[in-house]
């Protein structure tokens, strides 16, 4: 089966200070990994979709990077707009077309 | 153009009571999926359909809840007689034909509350 495990949960930083968050998965054939914000009360607000290891992808201060087992969120010196939850998701060859979520970090920046 | 549309937003219901849920897909995309997100956890895959198809329910519980696309007007998420673990959110996402998951957009979500 299919299964990701994000962390940390939560992570609270400072304006300016870079962090990564981590996506560690098992998967039966990657297919692609995906990642997500999700702001309160919204749907998730697609991102990145990485394909095979060593890939790498970048929008703003945001940058994704994949390994066979494991892919990082890296957040360079984030502004308090970046304050979401993060979500990483697999879609693997067995799962059709269903997406596999983590449960997400929640990440707060403070000014 | 407009997003994956959801509504209603907020629903309330009574132990007992049928819930509707409709999404309509972004124009163009003929496909749809349900998710629904449990307090705490993870976004959870429920039903995979076309234009009058179920292509995977696999995730769907099998008694009280349903799915339709029909060919024409919005998707419906069905849940009949609601219990309180019903209540979530639950998320549409919609697609093209030949892009299909891998670029799909969420609706804003239709949050369930049973009381």
């Known amino acids: 089966e299919d299964q990701v495990t994000q962390s940390p949960e939560a992570l609270r930083l400072q304006e300016g200070e870079s962090s990564s968050l981590n996506c560690s998965y098992t998967v039966s054939g990657l297919r692609g990994l995906f990642w997500y914000r999700q702001d309160p009360g919204k749907g998730p607000e697609f991102l990145f979709t990485?394909?095979?290891a060593g890939e790498e992808k970048e929008k703003e201060r945001l940058k994704a990077t994949l390994t066979k087992k494991e892919s990082f969120l890296h957040i360079t010196a984030p502004k308090p707009e970046d304050s979401a939850t993060y979500l990483c998701?697999?879609?693997?060859?067995?799962?059709?077309?269903?997406?596999?979520f983590g449960q997400g970090t929640r990440l707060t920046i403070n000014p | 153009n407009a997003g994956v549309m959801q509504n209603p937003r907020h629903l309330v219901r009574r132990r007992g009571q049928e819930a509707r849920l409709r999404c309509s897909p972004m124009k163009g995309h003929s496909h749809v999926y349900w998710y629904r997100q449990l307090p705490e956890e993870g976004l959870k895959f429920m039903v995979y359909l076309q234009k009058e198809n179920i292509i995977d329910e696999s995730g769907m519980p099998k008694e009280r809840f349903s799915a339709e696309f029909p060919k024409e007007g919005p998707s419906i998420l069905r849940i009949q007689q609601v219990v309180r673990g019903d209540s979530a959110a639950y998320f549409c996402?919609?697609?093209?034909?030949?892009?299909?998951?891998?670029?799909?957009?969420f609706g804003q979500g239709t949050r369930l509350t049973v009381v």
């Open positions: 998701a697999v879609l693997g060859i067995q799962g059709a077309q269903k997406l596999v």
């Open positions: 990485l394909y095979s």
């Open positions: 996402a919609s697609s093209r034909p030949n892009r299909a998951i891998t670029e799909a957009f």
